[in-house]
């Protein structure tokens, strides 16, 4: 084998199925990290020949570096994937390929996340193509100690870039959307709120997309008023962006985590130092 993946789970018992028959051709180990499902998620991927560990929660970086640190990954390669996210059958098929040929100076992958809402695919409202380093040589590579927003830290080497998607479209329906983006608006408010070195060890070390990203929503995002910076990323999002084009599930996707979002993490954040 030449790959190993980890899955994050909890109580993820909707999504991993199609997760797992995503990646059933690439013939890779799968680690499954649970911090204490209460549904058949552990059932399932013992059914489907995962290794289970089981570790408590604390934050999706920290549980990451914990599977690094610890899991008996003995593959060259090494692969993050969320439950809720799926491969196309072509990206499985690249990876075999390339993995099988990679020249020495690369030492990790980026790849397109295509995200589905109500069933739809969100093309627009700059929403596509998101880059995700997802793909790394066994131990060149950490997950960044932040609460929101963690991206790959690679330690050497060359990024480069396959040409198929990771599909994220998660099955648990629009109340637990909502109250997933409450509990993440609380751990971004924790971020704005500390001094994170690893934003710039991101920026100085990959001119990547997502180091890109957090330069603007840094310097140019963060600085600009509070509760109106939402409305105007809304307006960006939506019309510059054409994420009107997506239909009636873009205009709910785009003005919940583009707007409603946003403006819930400034609220957030005016309690706080009121």
Known sequence: MLLSIIILTRDEQANLPTCLESIQSIEAQIYIVDSGSGDRTVEIAREKGCQVFVHPWESYAQQLNW??????????????????????????????????????????????????????????????????????????????????????????????????????????????????????????????????????????????QASQRRWIKQNIYLRSPLFLRAFLYFLVRYLIGLGFLDGVEGLIFHFLQGFWYRFLVDAKLYVYNK
């Open 67 to 208: 599977a690094l640190e610890n899991l008996p990954i003995s593959t060259p390669w090494t692969m993050r994937l969320d439950a809720d996210e799926r491969l196309t059958s072509d990206l499985a098929e690249e990876i075999k390929q390339t993995l099988k040929s990679t020249p020495e100076e690369i030492t990790a992958y980026q790849v397109k996340r295509r995200v589905y809402f109500m069933g739809r695919w969100m093309r627009h409202g700059g929403y596509y193509p998101t880059w995700l380093l997802r793909i790394w040589k066994t131990g060149l590579a950490r997950c960044e100690d932040r609460w929101m927003d963690e991206h790959i830290i690679l330690s050497q080497g060359t990024i480069a870039t396959l040409n198929n998607d990771i599909i994220d479209e998660n099955q648990k329906g629009l109340t637990f959307w909502i109250d997933k983006h409450n509990r993440y608006a609380d751990r971004e408010v924790k971020d704005l709120l500390m001094l994170n070195k690893n934003d710039r060890l991101l920026l100085a070390e990959h001119s990547t």
